[in-house]
């Protein structure tokens, strides 16, 4: 935590660790808000610098991943989407997971990434992680607005597509997102400092957890025990709750949303802690 103090007419600026580490200095945060916006503004323009379709590829990446899951799991494997087309069932799907998982990818890099950055200069270190979730946010509002041209489209041509108020919860079901994938990826960052071979375990793990996920396929047809078992996923929930508000389709249970949100605020704030305290010495560590 940094402070800024005048002494003898003079200001010096005194930085310390934060002694709570359930502490967010938002306040800091908000200081450094032009830093944030540079390192976001600088992962946009890095991942697509020197390309022929630049900020196009936001768009064609998942779509391409929705014809091709269209092709795999909607014509060979005849995997239904409880009567959505599979255009609007992959793509949301396809949107929703990989804001999870590649917000929790960039933040398992945190330290490990930056550690260079960290030891030259102080900044606070929590701005990397929410640089990566306004950058990343910035392609998945991009590829929404692509989904709302195909949602009108399917809707003019008449599809039984019935949106509802819960469609309204969209900015809090990212919110939700954003927060659980952080808090997973700076315990797993403050983890990997000292045992590098976990970053490789959860690559894999991440593929895993996207087929334990109902991202490919409704959870209407899961049935029994492994019901609960999805549930207890909490990505399942608020994937459920956008498809439920979007198209009107989808198993909206107040009792797993109620469990998700709750694992999320508890994970975040295990991140927080975690990364509060390993801050200080992961340079040592590196």
């Known amino acids: 935590m940094a402070t800024t103090i005048s002494a003898e007419g003079e200001w010096t600026t005194v930085i310390e660790p934060n002694r709570n580490l359930l502490q967010i200095n ?12 540079l390192f976001a503004k600088r992962d946009i323009q890095t991942i697509y610098k020197q390309t022929v379709l630049g900020p196009l590829w936001f768009i064609i990446q998942p779509l391409f991943t929705t014809v091709m899951y269209t092709f795999v799991f909607g014509r060979l494997a005849k995997i239904g989407t409880d009567g959505i087309p599979y255009t609007l069932f992959y793509y949301g799907g396809t949107m929703l997971w990989h804001y999870f998982q590649i917000q929790l990818t960039n933040s398992m890099d945190t330290f490990t990434a930056n550690a260079a950055l960290f030891g030259k200069v102080y900044f606070p270190r929590m701005t990397v992680p929410v640089s990566k979730m306004v950058s990343n946010l910035v392609a998945t509002i991009i590829q929404f607005a692509t989904l709302i041209g195909f949602y009108l489209y399917f809707i003019f041509r008449g599809e039984a597509v019935r949106p509802n108020i819960a469609a309204l919860a969209f900015p809090l079901i990212l919110l939700q997102l954003a927060m659980l994938s952080t808090g997973f990826g700076v315990i ?47 990505v399942t929930a608020p994937l459920e709750l956008f498809r439920y508000g979007f198209y009107g389709t989808g198993d909206v249970n107040r009792a797993a949303l109620s469990a998700s949100a709750g694992v999320t605020v508890l994970v975040f704030l295990l991140g927080v802690a975690v990364f509060n305290r390993n801050e200080r010495r992961f340079v040592d560590v590196v």
């Open 26 to 37: 938002f306040r800091e945060l908000w200081h450094y808000r032009d830093l944030i916006w």
């Open 188 to 234: 797993i960052s403050s983890l990997t400092t000292k045992y590098r071979d976990l970053r490789h375990l959860m690559t894999f793990g991440i593929n895993l957890w996207m087929y334990a996920t109902p991202v490919i396929y409704p959870l209407s047809i899961v049935e029994g025990k492994l019901r609960i078992l999805m549930y207890i996923n909490p």
